[in-house]
């Protein structure tokens, strides 16, 4: 089955950057795009980006860009998502999904298990 | 963006039948999609293209709507559909989630 196996909660300090594993099993992992999805108790949940894990493509919310970066290994399957100059603002669980094409849009069919992320000094 | 509204929360009987509704600040076609949210858990794809049943999901759940107003049925609701329900399109950039609506039984 499809499983998503994301790395473990991160306190951070501000300033600096985080970098965010998925690991994909249970399917090929170049034939979906990868979401990276934020979610915090004031602002929801958010749309980071998407990236194709064949191409190394990818989209990013206009909000989003030159916060998150994301990447891809084919080798191991997993996806990345680096977050740089981190503010407590980026405190928030982060969570990867799989991306399936239902022609004409993407849908996101299997989730991670989250990844929380603490930024404090 | 594309702003999704959402009633905030509902309490219903179990065997009941539950509506919940999204609205789209503009039109998203049917690239509307709904997930459940348990607490301490990810999301959970339910229904995807405004109408279609995600395999594995009950029969109990199903969705309607297209262009700016869609609904999320449940009939009957179980004591386990305790959860937040979100709302997503993927029809504009940037793709967007409505805040959610929590389901609670009475």
């Known amino acids: 089955q499809v499983q998503l196996q994301q790395s473990g909660a991160e306190l951070v300090k501000p300033g600096t950057s985080v970098k965010l594993s998925c690991k994909a099993s249970?399917?090929?992992?170049?034939?979906?795009?990868m979401n990276w999805i934020k979610q915090t108790t004031g602002q929801g949940l958010e749309w980071i980006g998407i990236?194709?894990?064949?191409?190394?493509?990818?989209s990013y919310n206009v909000k989003f860009k030159g916060k998150a970066t994301l990447t891809v290994d084919k080798s191991s399957s997993t996806a990345f998502m680096q977050l740089s100059s981190l503010t407590p603002e980026d405190s928030a669980v982060y969570y990867c999904?799989?991306?399936?094409?239902?022609?004409?849009?993407?849908?996101?069919?299997?989730w991670g298990q989250g990844a929380s992320v603490t930024v404090s000094s | 963006d594309t702003v999704l509204t959402q009633s905030p929360a509902l309490a219903v009987s179990p065997g009941e039948r539950v509506t919940i509704s999204c609205r789209a600040s503009?039109?998203?076609?049917?690239?509307m999609h709904w997930y459940q949210q348990k607490p301490g858990q990810q999301p959970k794809l339910l229904i995807y293209?405004?109408?279609n049943l995600e395999s594995g999901v009950p029969a109990r759940f199903s969705g309607s709507g297209s262009g700016t107003d869609f609904t999320l049925t449940i009939d009957p609701v179980e004591a386990d559909d305790t959860a937040t329900y979100f709302c997503?399109?993927?029809?504009?950039?940037?793709?967007?989630f409505g805040a959610g609506t929590k389901l609670e039984l009475k």
């Open positions: 990236i194709n894990p064949g191409s190394g493509g990818t």
């Open positions: 293209g405004a109408s």
């Open positions: 997503q399109q993927s029809w504009n950039d940037p793709h967007t």
């Open positions: 503009e039109s998203v076609s049917t690239g």
């Open positions: 249970g399917y090929t992992f170049t034939s979906n795009h």
């Open positions: 999904a799989r991306g399936r094409r239902v022609y004409p849009y993407y849908v996101m069919d299997a």
